[in-house]
C-alpha cells in the first residue's frame, strides 16, 4: 500500500471533527485504499480495533439492504466505550444512505468517512441532509509524481521528461501499476473499470435504453477530448451516420458521463467580459488511459492527452480551470484557486516563429502579473519570454511553484 499524503494529511485534519468526510472520484482511483490509510493512521494513534468500524456497500451481500437495514447494522456496532469511526465505501449503492448518515451522526458520538463512485453522493439529497456538517474531497487517479513514486516499487525509473511519454499512454489508474504490466493489460484492466462504470454507474442506475446511442456518444466525446464542441455537434455528426438523436438526449448522456465521473466539462471563460460562456466547452477524461483503452492507442492524440494531464493536475491542486477566450483565439487554461490565478499554454512543441507567436501572444494580450507559461515536450522546453516561463511538460507536472 503505497501512502498518497496528498489526500491523506487533508483528510486526517477533520479527524474528530464533527463532518461527514465525503471521499467522491472514479472508480478504481484509490478511494478505499485512502481509507485504509486512514484506518492505520488511527491505529497508530491507539484507537482499539473494536471502535474502527468498515463495510464496503457494493457488496453483494448488501445487494438488498435497505436504509433501515443498515441504520439497525450500524447503530449496533457503536462502541459504548468512545467514539467509533465508521469507514463505509460505495455508499451510494443504498437508497436513503444519506438519512443513515445524518441520523447517525446526530444520535451517537460518531466519526464518518464515506465513499462514492457517482456525483450522487453530491445530490441535492446530501444538502438537505448534511448542510455545513460535511467536507468533501475529490479523489484522482495518480498524478505524475505519485506515478513515479509507484513505479519506483517494480522497475527503474528513467528520466521524468522521458517518463512522461509512459504515464500519458499508461494513465493513473492506482492498479494499473502495482507491478510491470504490458500496455495491453494496462488496458484490459481500465476496459474493465470502464465497463463496470458504464453498466453500473451510468446504464443501470438511469435505465438508460438506447445503449448503442450512449456508446456512441462516449466513443465521440472520447475521440474529441481538448477540442470545443457542442451537443449539436454531437447531434450533427449522428446524423451523419444516419443515427439520429436530439441535443437534449446528448446533453443527457453528457451528464450521465460527468455525474460517474468519467468527464471533466471544462467551461469558457471570456476573459474581457469576465464571464463563464455557456458554448462551445472542452470536456477531458478522469484518466487518459480511459482514450486508449476503449478507443486503441493513436500516437497522433498525445497533443489533446498532454492537456488532459495538465487539465487533472491543475484540478489536483484546488484550482478551478476554465478555457480562455481572448479577442480572437483561447488560452488554453485560466485556473484560479482564491486569490490565485495562472494561465497555461500547452503544446506538444513549437516547430515554427509562428506557432511559438501565436502561443506567446495570446499570453502577452493579457495584462496582468499573475503566473503564465508555455509548456511543451521538446528539448527547447526551459526560459523566460517576457515573463512568460517556458517548461517542460514534465518538470510542470512535479513542480511546487503554482
Not at 485512502?34 to 491507539?46: A, Q, Y
Not at 451510494?92 to 453522493?121: A, C, F, H
Not at 510491470?180 to 470502464?194: K, L, M, S
Request: aromatic share 12%; hydrophobic share 35%; proline share 2%.
Amino acid at each position: 500500500m503505497i501512502y498518497r499524503p496528498s489526500y491523506v494529511d487533508k483528510i486526517m485534519a477533520y479527524v474528530d471533527t464533527p463532518f461527514v468526510k465525503i471521499l467522491t472520484g472514479v472508480r478504481r482511483c484509490g478511494k478505499s485504499t485512502i481509507l485504509k490509510m486512514i484506518m492505520s493512521k488511527l491505529r497508530e494513534r491507539g484507537i482499539p480495533e473494536s471502535r474502527i468500524v468498515s463495510y464496503c456497500f457494493d457488496s453483494m451481500e448488501y445487494e438488498d439492504m435497505t436504509a433501515k437495514q443498515m441504520y439497525s447494522e450500524l447503530k449496533s456496532r457503536v462502541s459504548p466505550e468512545g467514539k467509533t469511526y465508521f469507514f463505509l465505501d460505495e455508499m451510494q449503492e443504498i437508497k436513503g444512505w444519506e438519512k443513515v448518515v445524518n441520523s447517525l451522526s446526530s444520535d451517537y458520538d460518531v466519526d464518518l468517512y464515506i465513499t462514492g463512485s457517482n456525483s450522487r453522493m453530491m445530490s441535492s439529497e446530501i444538502s438537505t441532509y448534511l448542510t455545513g456538517r460535511y467536507v468533501s474531497f475529490r479523489i484522482y487517479t495518480l498524478s505524475f509524481a505519485e506515478y513515479l513514486t509507484f513505479k519506483e516499487q517494480y522497475a527503474a525509473v528513467g528520466d521524468p521528461r522521458q517518463e512522461l511519454a509512459n504515464y500519458i499512454r499508461l494513465g493513473g489508474f492506482p492498479a494499473t501499476h502495482l507491478q510491470n504490466y504490458t500496455q495491453d493489460e494496462v488496458y484490459t484492466i481500465v476496459r474493465d473499470i470502464y465497463n463496470s462504470t458504464f453498466f453500473s454507474d451510468i446504464v443501470r442506475r438511469n435505465q438508460v435504453r438506447k445503449i448503442d446511442q450512449l456508446e456512441r456518444v462516449v466513443k465521440y466525446t472520447f475521440n474529441n477530448v481538448g477540442n470545443t464542441f457542442s451537443a449539436k455537434s454531437i447531434s450533427d455528426y449522428l446524423k451523419a451516420e444516419h443515427r439520429a438523436l436530439d441535443n437534449e438526449t446528448v446533453y443527457s448522456y453528457l451528464e450521465k458521463l460527468e455525474k460517474a465521473y468519467l468527464l471533466h466539462r471544462c467551461s469558457r471563460y471570456d476573459l474581457q467580459g469576465k464571464e463563464i460562456l455557456k458554448t462551445q466547452e472542452k470536456f477531458y477524461l478522469a484518466d487518459t488511459s480511459l482514450r486508449y483503452s476503449v478507443l486503441g492507442y493513436n500516437a497522433d492524440s498525445v497533443a489533446t492527452s498532454l492537456e488532459n494531464v495538465v487539465y487533472l493536475e491543475l484540478c489536483r491542486r484546488g484550482y478551478a480551470v476554465n478555457i480562455g477566450k481572448t479577442s480572437d483565439g483561447e488560452i488554453d487554461f485560466v485556473a484560479t484557486r482564491q486569490n490565485e490565478k495562472v494561465y497555461v499554454q500547452v503544446t506538444q512543441q513549437i516547430a515554427s516563429e509562428k506557432t511559438e507567436r501565436r502561443e506567446y501572444e495570446r499570453l502577452l494580450e493579457i495584462r496582468d502579473n499573475y503566473p503564465k507559461y508555455v509548456l511543451r515536450t521538446d528539448e527547447f522546453a526551459g526560459g523566460n519570454y517576457e515573463g512568460i516561463k517556458t517548461m517542460h511538460v514534465a518538470d510542470f507536472l512535479l513542480s511546487d511553484a503554482f
